[in-house]
């Protein structure tokens, strides 16, 4: 409702050379009456029954793009229906719907709160349904529908797309198992460079189509330095590469954020493709263009907003990973939860398995955020629940001690004492613990982790603001905290 569906259909209709169609029109040419007389005389169970019987028709017409009412996937036989079907939802946040949506007549926008709960009640339901995820308003039309011909050929399953929107820059992320052989190759027509750590060089570097050089690099954080991005930049050019080249950056976050920084300087920009290869990077690290090196003094304190050309992440990849890792990524998915709250917080809550829709949701929450405020003004800041003292964690430890899901675990149980969510902190700590991951880090330097707290990039003269979570969905960035309820939370992990 609200979202732009039928602006999105006639011009994908017109890439595709395709006709269109809108339910709506239709059920209102068929009854003889507007969508909002059918409402006030028949009543909405009318209007479904009618509803549902147009789209059966319009499915067994030659094929066609339609733009559905804004309702129709709250009948579960439409949903049925729709399976054999390519299915693409345009995500559109509830204020924005509302704001479209309300004074026109529409029968179910006359009431803001039955607006906002129907908004919530649909959400759950638009998500099942979807192969292809789009924000409004939706860019780049032109190149999302060769993507949407590719899937639609294929006639198994195949990943879900994610269309990124950032800044003046779109680009596909694909996400689910097989990606890495089905997905189209994003990036320029020239060769694919991979930059991949030793270990994950040798499980997944030979499955990079078209991949005719490799840069490796040291396992783990400690060789996200500046160092190493001389040795990749140099590499780089003994192999000559040009701006004509892509970077295909296969790994886990460091990989990504390494990788990513060196395209983002070498010949002042080329492409990069992000292939993540764990649960972080593939809910989290991949998408959003953030990338760099860390500094002696502080973690990602040297860096670039680089886009990519696309991501692709194959979560079969993660099978290889060792339950530890696995562990590491469930903190990312917990914040982003945390951040999204409704149905994605439930699922979560709930202990619902680690899926590839799981997976996709927590990527899309992410890139929704990224598109609002690609560098970090404002909203992009709420991406960062956890990550202050997190990062602070980290820079106490020596980057050697804990993963970095582990350390964002427990900076989220100190950032959720900060903010006075007691219960909600009770909550995560559960889910942490029945994850595998740590509530405690015995022996942690307090003053030292609070002082790296000071160095933290969002810092504004002397003072650090803090990403604040009440409950789930509502999170608020740029909040002071007291220096002794800090020293508090910090130390409750400490003991």
């Not at 732009?4 to 059920?27: F, N, R, Y």
């Not at 990973?321 to 999204?340: C, D, F, N, Q, S």
Request: net charge negative; aromatic share 4%; with cysteine.
């Amino acid at each position: 409702m609200g979202a732009g569906k039928s602006t999105l259909a006639e011009a994908l209709a017109a890439q595709l050379g395709l006709p269109w169609s809108d339910s709506d029109t239709e059920i209102e040419k068929r009854e003889g009456a507007p969508v909002e007389e059918i409402f006030a005389g028949r009543g909405e169970e009318a209007f479904r029954a009618a509803e549902a019987e147009v789209i059966a028709g319009l499915l067994r017409l030659p094929p066609q793009v339609i733009a559905l009412g804004g309702g129709a996937l709250a009948d579960p036989t439409v949903r049925e229906m729709l399976e054999a079907h390519l299915v693409v939802l345009i995500d559109v946040e509830e204020e924005t719907a509302w704001e479209r949506s309300s004074g026109g007549g529409r029968p179910l926008a006359a009431d803001r709160d039955a607006f906002a709960a129907l908004y919530r009640a649909r959400e759950a339901q638009y998500r099942l349904a979807a192969d292809v995820i789009v924000g409004s308003p939706v860019a780049a039309v032109g190149e999302l529908a060769p993507a949407l011909v590719t899937m639609a050929a294929d006639p198994g399953p195949f990943p879900y797309l994610l269309w990124a929107s950032a800044g003046d820059r779109s680009y596909p992320c694909w996400v689910g198992e097989g990606a890495l052989a089905q997905a189209p190759w994003p990036g320029t027509d020239g060769r694919r460079i991979v930059v991949s750590d030793s270990t994950v060089a040798e499980l997944y570097g030979g499955r990079v189509e078209g991949g005719s050089g490799l840069v490796e690099i040291p396992p783990g954080e400690e060789a996200k330095t500046l160092e190493t991005a001389e040795r990749v930049w140099r590499a780089l050019a003994d192999q000559e590469v040009t701006r004509a080249d892509t970077l295909v950056a296969l790994g886990g976050g460091v990989v990504g954020d390494l990788a990513g920084f060196c395209a983002a300087g070498y010949q002042r920009g080329i492409e990069v493709v992000q292939v993540p290869t764990t649960l972080v990077a593939q809910v989290d690290s991949a998408y959003g263009g953030k990338t760099g090196v860390d500094l002696p003094e502080a973690k990602n304190y040297v860096g670039a907003y680089h886009q990519p050309a696309g991501v692709i992440a194959d979560t079969g990849l993660l099978a290889s990973l060792p339950p530890a890792e696995i562990a590491a990524g469930m903190a990312e998915v917990i914040k982003t939860g945390l951040i999204a709250g409704g149905s994605l917080w439930a699922r979560i809550a709930a202990g619902e398995p680690i899926d590839d829709r799981m997976i996709r949701d927590c990527a899309w929450t992410k890139i929704a955020v990224v598109a609002s405020d690609e560098r970090d003004g404002g909203r992009r800041q709420v991406l960062n629940l956890g990550h202050t003292v997190g990062h602070a964690i980290e820079t106490a430890t020596g980057y050697s001690q804990l993963r970095h899901g582990e350390a964002i675990g427990l900076g989220l149980l100190a950032e959720l004492r900060c903010a006075g969510s007691g219960a909600l902190r009770d909550e995560v700590s559960a889910l942490l613990e029945q994850s595998g991951l740590p509530v405690t880090l015995p022996g942690l330097d307090v003053d030292a982790v609070i002082a790296a707290t000071r160095l933290d990039k969002k810092r504004v003269a002397d003072e650090v603001p803090f990403v604040l979570c009440a409950a789930p969905g509502e999170v608020t960035p740029g909040c002071p905290v007291d220096g002794a309820v800090l020293h508090a939370a910090v130390s409750e992990i400490a003991s």
